[in-house]
């Protein structure tokens, strides 16, 4: 059974930083694609940011050279460290791992990310 389990959000002020991380069971995180997601109340879920299993990465032009997607493999999580944050970064933030065998991809529960400012 496939598990995503995000942690580390919260409430911080404007310029600050939060660690998320997306602890995954039932798969290997370096064998996939993960990402994360975030969704605005109202709005669509955007890609934020991706890294392959190859250790290629991905971000959304909105989080370019604030946010950075990595893994650790021996603690099979997948991290994104957000720096000098926004108020418009204020959302739920999702861990996406691959597509299970019945069709739809394995989400995590979310975790809330408050900006203030």
């Known amino acids: 059974q496939v598990q995503l389990v995000e942690s580390g959000g919260g409430s911080v002020q404007a310029g600050g930083s939060l660690r998320l991380s997306c602890a995954a069971s039932?798969?290997?995180?370096?064998?996939?694609?993960m990402g994360w997601w975030r969704q605005e109340p109202g709005k669509q879920r955007e890609l934020v940011a991706s890294i392959t299993g190859a250790g290629s990465t991905n971000y959304a032009d909105s989080v370019k050279g604030r946010f950075t997607v990595s893994r650790d493999n021996a603690k099979n999580t997948v991290d994104l460290q957000m720096n000098n944050l926004k108020a418009d970064d204020t959302a739920v933030y999702y861990c996406?791992?691959?597509?299970?065998?019945?069709?739809?991809?394995?989400w995590g529960q979310g975790t809330q990310v408050t900006v203030s400012s």
């Open positions: 996406k791992g691959p597509y299970s065998a019945s069709g739809p991809p394995y």
């Open positions: 039932g798969i290997t995180v370096n064998l996939y694609t």
